[in-house]
């Protein structure tokens, strides 16, 4: 099946700082999405975009759909501990099904 | 508040036993998904269901049935265990044409033995 390359596969950094992560597609994506999974719970979504070139913020995150429709990108900014977890981008193209990334594993060092 | 429920947080089975795992959503969602997630993999589909009685699979079907009998509960069956699923199993629901909204539950972790 498709899947998402991500990357990186991981971060390790000092509170404060700023965060990128990115995602990228072999095909073009009418929604990509961002969610978020804390240690040991199920993802929750963070972000939604729906049109190629959209930014879009929800807080101290902000994420943008790329132009080619093929990749996206979300940054966090001022990290905090509790942005520790994984990050995971998905595509959805025309049905109701997502195909997720292989996942950013987070760790914010006080 | 929006919630899917899934019957166990850990599970552990011997390899050969038949593996049921339950997933209940209370939001009256049409569609409800199987992930598996595995270290680097990402989230991966086993199946899906659009609606009570109907199924479709995924990417990974292979060594699993689901189950739909009520609209509120999709079941995932393994009806073999083997020690290569052992993994994380998250159950998502959405309403149709809304797949951007899925509402996981927590997630089973799954060891066979």
């Known amino acids: 099946g498709q899947q998402l390359n991500q990357s990186p596969q991981s971060m390790f950094i000092q509170e404060g700082e700023d965060v990128s992560m990115n995602c990228t597609s072999s095909?073009?994506?009418?929604?990509w999405l961002w969610y978020k999974q804390d240690p040991g719970e199920g993802p929750v979504l963070l972000i939604a975009?729906?049109?190629?070139?959209e930014l879009t913020s929800n807080g101290r995150l902000t994420a943008q759909f790329g132009i080619t429709r093929k990749d996206s990108f979300l940054n966090i900014s001022a990290s905090i501990p509790s942005d520790v977890g994984i990050y995971f981008c998905?595509?959805?193209?025309?049905?109701?099904?997502?195909?997720f990334g292989t996942g950013t594993r987070l760790q914010v060092f006080p | 508040d929006v919630k899917v429920t899934q019957s166990s947080r850990y599970l552990v089975k011997r390899t050969g036993e038949k593996v049921f795992l339950e997933c209940v959503q209370d939001?009256?969602?049409?569609?409800m998904f199987w992930y598996r997630q595995d270290p680097g993999l990402g989230l991966r589909l086993i199946y899906f269901?659009?609606?009570?009685?109907?199924?479709e699979k995924g990417d990974i079907p292979e060594g699993y049935s689901v189950s739909r009998e009520k609209k509120e509960r999709f079941s995932l069956i393994l009806e073999s265990a083997s020690t290569n699923q052992t993994s994380m199993y998250l159950c998502?629901?959405?309403?149709?044409?809304?797949?951007?909204?899925?509402?996981f539950g927590p997630g089973t972790r799954l060891t066979v033995t």
């Open positions: 998502a629901s959405t309403y149709q044409g809304a797949a951007y909204e899925q509402y």
């Open positions: 095909s073009i994506f009418n929604t």
């Open positions: 975009l729906y049109k190629a070139g």
């Open positions: 998905a595509g959805r193209y025309n049905t109701d099904k997502l195909i």
């Open positions: 939001m009256d969602h049409e569609n």
């Open positions: 269901s659009y609606d009570v009685k109907m199924k």
